[in-house]
Every structure is written in C-alpha cells, then in structure tokens.
C-alpha cells in the first residue's frame, strides 16, 4: 500500500509541477484539465480521419471457381441420433 500511494503522489506531483501555473485567459488551468484537453484532441483527430478501405477489385472466373470447388456446406443443426428421435403425436380426424 505504500508503495502505491507513493507512486500516486509522484504522479500527482508531475502534473501539478507541470502544469500548476498554466493561466489561459487569466483561468488558472489544473493539471487534469490539460490532460482531458489533449484526449479530446485526439478523440477529434481519430474522428476526423478517413477509415481505411482496401481496393475493390473484382473477383476472376477462375477465382470464383476455385472458392465454388472448395466450398463444402454444412449441415445448420447436428444430425438427429437414433436414440433420441420420437415419435411425434399426430392428430386423427374422425368424419
């Protein structure tokens, strides 16, 4: 425990060292107001960038022959054991 609030002090101590006299427009600016300002900086800029696309180009015929070949479906639900089919009841009409 000792260890962490002395590490807790020598963070507090950098900023407030760094930036314990920042005025901007005679506001007195603390420490974690600096830092939330630079992350909401970079938040914009990552906001503001275009996303990567990869080019499109379309596939070839032999392209698109290659991946039907190796295509092998498979089933959506597991297949139905002997042991655990039932009959299913049915309903019998009498006219």
């Known amino acids: 425990?000792?260890?962490?609030?002395?590490?807790?002090?020598?963070?507090?101590?950098?900023?407030?060292?760094l930036l314990a006299h920042a005025v901007v427009f005679g506001i007195h600016i603390d420490g974690h107001l600096v830092v939330e300002g630079l992350l909401s900086a970079a938040?914009?800029?990552?906001?503001s960038r275009k996303s990567y696309k990869p080019?499109?180009?379309?596939?070839?015929?032999?392209e698109i022959d290659e991946l039907c070949d190796e295509w092998?479906?498979?089933?959506?639900?597991?297949?139905?054991?002997?042991?655990?089919?039932?009959?299913?009841?049915?309903?019998?009409?009498f006219i």
């Open 55 to 62: 080019p499109k180009k379309p596939l070839t015929e032999k």
């Open 72 to 93: 092998k479906p498979e089933p959506l639900c597991p297949p139905i054991k002997e042991g655990a089919q039932i009959d299913t009841p049915t309903l019998e009409w």
């Open 43 to 47: 938040i914009l800029f990552q906001l």
């Open 1 to 17: 425990m000792n260890a962490t609030a002395a590490a807790l002090a020598q963070v507090s101590a950098a900023y407030n060292t």
